[in-house]
């Protein structure tokens, strides 16, 4: 019997070695997300705090979940998961990412800027407009490039229905993950409720935050979501 030969791997059609190069350091960097620990609980000292990349990920279903037909859902989706894009930490400019693909992880955090950290609205989105400059360096000539540093400013302007939707997702997901950690560890988190009436406008969401806050005067039951949830899971 004719032995087989190994299938060889095709060689790449459009994308030369070093853009396969950049394309992998990128997708590392992304990586980092699921590491990075949101400011705002590392603050109140929430135990095993949600990451960035947990936070993206629940916006993104969020995003799929609307019934307004007059929303994109596919654009909202990738604002879901676009707009933290420049949270990245990276060793050079004083521990922000400011310059290229350095090694020396740190753990500031651009885009998870709190009012606790005394940085100014207006240089918070200098540190972002440099990250998103060194994604952009990364992923040259593609049209990814475009499209995130696109997506980007369209959620930081918010002046397209889906962005200001998007906006309206990301704090009713705060609202969600505070209600767990209450109910989970026995915390108070109100401050992060704070406006949460007038900041969530969209009909939709509106409906849920009223079944959220009535949730949220009741206690945890064994049966609830939130006290049943698997700690962990295999890989």
Not at 138 to 153: H, I, K, N, R, V
Not at 216 to 229: C, D, E, F, L
Request: charged share 20%.
């Amino acid at each position: 019997m004719e032995q087989q030969q190994p299938i060889a791997a095709p060689a790449p059609a459009s994308i030369a070695a070093p853009a396969a190069s950049s394309l992998l350091d990128f997708m590392c960097l992304m990586g980092k997300l699921k590491h990075l620990k949101r400011t705002g609980w590392v603050r109140h000292n929430v135990s095993a705090p949600e990451c960035i990349a947990d936070h993206m990920y629940r916006m993104g279903i969020m995003a799929m979940l609307f019934a307004d037909s007059s929303l994109n859902k596919e654009r909202m989706v990738k604002l879901a998961l676009l707009s933290p894009c420049p949270s990245l930490p990276c060793h050079g400019g004083g521990g922000w990412l400011a310059g290229g693909w350095v090694g020396g992880w740190v753990t500031a955090i651009v885009g998870d800027i709190t009012p606790h950290c005394g940085v100014t609205k207006d240089e918070k989105y200098r540190l972002e407009h440099e990250a998103m400059g060194t994604i952009r360096a990364m992923l040259a000539g593609l049209p990814a490039a475009d499209e995130f540093e696109e997506l980007w400013l369209e959620y930081e302007k918010g002046e397209t229905p889906e962005a200001r939707v998007v906006g309206q997702i990301d704090k009713f997901d705060m609202y969600l993950q505070a209600h767990e950690y209450e109910a989970s560890q026995g915390l108070d988190l109100s401050e992060f409720f704070r406006g949460a009436e007038t900041t969530v406008q969209h009909p939709e969401m509106r409906q849920w935050l009223a079944e959220l806050l009535a949730r949220r005067q009741q206690p945890p039951s064994a049966s609830s979501p939130v006290a049943s949830a698997p700690a962990s899971t295999s890989p």
